[in-house]
C-alpha cells in the first residue's frame, strides 16, 4: 500500500497532464469516471474544465485520437495497438486509430549528442566516416541519422530520444492502474481483460524501448528467411549497437509507399506481391516469429524484383500449439469448412459459461458457409478474418494479443498486396503454403517426434502423481488443506463494510475529540488561544474537521450510488 501511494505521488505530474489533455479534447466524463478529477482535487491540482464544450462537439473517435496524439509516445502506440483490434472496437474507431501518427519535430543533435557520445564511445563524426546531422526521420521514441562507417558501408544510425523511458514507465503505471478501475467498475469491459491487455502491451512498448532487441529480431528473421532468397534484412553492427542506440546497413531502394517509382523501374509488381505473401506467411506458418508491422513504411523493393523489410521493433510470436490451430483456422476459412474455423475462435476467445455458445458457433457457421461456392481468387482473407473478429465483439469476446497482431498483419500484407497487384488474393496464395505445412506435420518423421514428445509428458506425469498424492494426503491430515473460492458479487459488499468501518473509526475519535476537548476547557490553567484553553480549542476543530470529512463522504457515496 505504501509503495502505491508513493509511485502515486512520483506520477502525479504526469496523471495532471493526462487529465488536462482528456478534458480539453471533450473527454471530461472520462477523467470524472478513473476517479482522477478526485485525485488531483485530494492533492490540490486544479483542473481547467472551461473550454472542452467546444472539443465535445468533435466525433468521439476523433477526440480520443487527437488526445492520444498529443499524449505522447505511450499513448500514441496504444492507439496504433487499438487500430489492428477489429474484435475490441468498432469500425469508426478503428479507421480513426489507424490515422495515429508517431511524427514528431527532430530533437538538434546537441541535445542527442551527450547520450550518443556516452553510446559510441566518441563523438560521432570521429566515430563514423561522416555523419549528417540533420535526421532521416523522426518519431516519437527514436530518430534514425545517415552515416557511414570507416570502411565506406553507408548506415543509418537510430537514436532513442533521452529520457522517453521514465516517461513510458510513468505512463504505463498509470495505465494499469486506470486498467484495474475500468475492469471493476465497467462490467461490460470486464470480457475484455484490461489489465491484460495493458500488461502486454507494456511488455511490448518495454522491447520496443531496447533498440539492442530489435537488431536481434531483425538476425533471427534473416536467418528463419534466408533460404526464400529474395527478402533482404539489413544487416547489424553490433560495435556500435546498445540498448539506447542501434546502427544497420541502410537499405537503398524504392520505398514501398512509392509505387509510381515502382512501375518506372520496371519491376514486376505482380511477383512482387506474391513474395510479399510468402515472406510473410513463411514467417507466421512455418517460424512463428514474425514483423508484426509490415506496412508499406516498413518494406522497400530492390532490383531483380527483391524485397527489404526494416524496423524490427514490434514482432509477433506464436507457439507450436497456436500455428497449429492457426493452420485450422486458415484451411477452414479457405476451404470453406465452418465447424473448424468455429472450433477454433471459440477456444482462443476462451468463451465463458454466460455467453450464448450455440448462437455463436451459428453465427460462425453461417459466416463461412456464406462463401460456400465462391472462387478462391475472390475470396479476401484479410476482410473475412475482421468479419469473423467483428462476431466475437458482438459476443463481447477478445482475442489473446498475440493473435491480434497476427489478424493485423495479415490485414496489412493484404493490403500491400492489393495496392501492387488490384488481382492479388491472399487465400490463393496462402493455400499451397498451408497444404506444403500440414503434410510436413504428418510425415512419418513428425508424427514420430511429437508421438516420442507425448509419451515423455505421460511418463513425468505418471512419475510426479504419486509425490503430488502424497503431498495432498498430508496437507489433510495436518488440517492445512485449503479450498479458495472467490465469489466476485461478494467484492462490492465487502468494500461498503469496509468503508462502513472506517467512517465508524473516525466517528468515534470525533466523539473521543468532543468529549476530551469539553474536560480540557474546565481546567484554566496551560497555554490560552482567543481567551481559550489552546488544547480544547484544537480538539475542538480537529473534530470539526472530521465531522466535516465524515458528511462529505457519506454524500458522494450516496451520489455515486444514485449514478451506479
Known amino acids: 500500500m505504501l509503495l502505491e501511494t508513493i509511485d502515486t505521488a512520483r506520477d502525479l505530474g504526469r496523471l495532471k497532464t493526462i487529465a488536462g489533455v482528456l478534458i ?117 521514441i527514436a530518430q534514425v541519422h545517415r552515416a557511414t562507417l570507416k570502411d565506406g558501408t553507408e548506415v543509418i544510425v537510430k537514436i532513442r530520444r533521452p529520457g522517453i523511458d521514465a516517461i513510458i514507465e510513468s505512463d504505463l503505471r498509470l495505465l494499469e492502474r486506470f486498467a484495474g478501475i475500468a475492469e471493476k467498475q465497467v462490467p461490460a469491459l470486464k470480457p ?99 514483423h508484426a508491422d509490415p506496412h508499406p513504411g516498413n518494406v522497400f523493393y530492390l532490383p531483380d524484383n527483391r524485397l527489404a523489410f526494416i524496423d524490427f521493433g514490434m514482432v509477433g510470436r506464436l507457439s507450436a500449439r497456436r500455428r497449429e490451430e492457426l493452420l485450422q483456422l486458415l484451411l477452414g ?60 465483439r458482438e459476443h463481447s469476446l ?58 515423455q509428458r505421460v511418463f513425468q506425469l505418471a512419475e510426479q502423481l504419486p509425490h503430488d498424492i502424497s503431498r495432498l494426503l498430508r496437507s489433510a491430515r495436518r488440517g492445512q488443506l485449503n479450498i479458495n473460492i472467490e465469489v466476485q458479487s461478494l467484492q462490492r459488499v465487502g468494500d461498503q463494510l469496509d468503508r462502513a468501518a472506517s467512517r465508524l473509526s473516525v466517528a468515534l475519535v470525533i466523539a473521543a475529540l468532543i468529549i476530551g476537548s469539553s474536560i480540557v476547557m474546565t481546567v484554566h490553567s496551560g497555554p490560552q488561544l482567543l481567551g481559550l484553553p489552546a488544547f480544547g480549542l484544537m480538539g475542538f476543530v480537529g473534530a470539526a474537521l472530521g465531522a466535516f470529512w465524515l458528511v462529505r463522504s457519506i454524500i458522494r457515496s450516496r451520489r455515486h450510488l444514485d449514478d451506479e
Open 24 to 140: 480539453r479534447h471533450g473527454l471530461g466524463d472520462l477523467v470524472r469516471r478513473w476517479g482522477l478529477a478526485d485525485t488531483l482535487d485530494r492533492a490540490g491540482h486544479r483542473l481547467h474544465w472551461e473550454g472542452a464544450a467546444d472539443l465535445a462537439r468533435l466525433p468521439p473517435p476523433v477526440q480520443l485520437r487527437k488526445a492520444l496524439e498529443e499524449l505522447g509516445p505511450t499513448f500514441v502506440k496504444l492507439g496504433q495497438i487499438l487500430a489492428g483490434r477489429a474484435d475490441l472496437l468498432d469500425a469508426e474507431w478503428i479507421h480513426e486509430l489507424e490515422q495515429l501518427h508517431s511524427q514528431v519535430p527532430a530533437l538538434p543533435l546537441d541535445q542527442l549528442r551527450p547520450q550518443l557520445v556516452q553510446d559510441l564511445g566518441g563523438d560521432p563524426e570521429e566515430v563514423f566516416a561522416s555523419f549528417d546531422a540533420e535526421p532521416l526521420a523522426a518519431a516519437s
Open 192 to 290: 475484455y481483460r484490461p489489465q491484460n491487455l495493458v500488461r502486454e502491451f507494456g511488455r511490448s512498448l518495454r522491447r520496443e524501448l531496447d533498440l539492442a532487441a530489435e537488431c536481434h529480431n531483425a538476425e533471427r528473421i534473416a536467418t528463419n528467411l534466408m533460404p526464400l532468397g529474395f527478402v533482404v534484412i539489413p544487416a547489424v553492427h553490433w560495435e556500435h549497437t546498445s540498448a539506447r542506440l542501434n546502427v544497420q546497413t541502410r537499405i537503398l531502394g524504392t520505398p514501398g509507399t512509392d509505387l509510381a517509382r515502382v512501375e518506372a523501374e520496371g519491376m514486376d509488381k505482380v511477383l512482387l506481391a506474391k513474395r510479399g505473401a510468402q515472406a510473410v506467411m513463411k514467417m507466421i506458418v512455418e517460424d512463428g516469429f514474425f
Open 333 to 392: 476459412l479457405v476451404q470453406r469448412r465452418p465447424q473448424a474455423v468455429a472450433d477454433v475462435l471459440m477456444d482462443w476467445a476462451g468463451a465463458e459459461a454466460n455467453v450464448q455458445l450455440n448462437q455463436l458457433e451459428a453465427e460462425i457457421e453461417e459466416f463461412v458457409d456464406q462463401y460456400h461456392g465462391t472462387p478462391l481468387a475472390q475470396l479476401s482473407l484479410g476482410q473475412m478474418l475482421t468479419d469473423v473478429t467483428a462476431i466475437l
Open 398 to 455: 477478445a482475442l489473446p494479443a498475440d493473435l491480434a497482431l497476427l489478424i493485423k498483419a495479415f490485414i496489412s500484407l493484404e493490403g500491400m498486396g492489393r495496392a501492387l497487384d488490384p488481382d492479388f488474393h491472399m487465400a490463393q496464395e496462402a493455400l499451397p503454403l498451408l497444404r506444403q505445412v500440414v503434410r510436413a506435420r504428418y510425415q512419418p518423421k513428425a508424427l514420430a517426434s511429437r508421438g516420442l514428445q507425448s509419451l
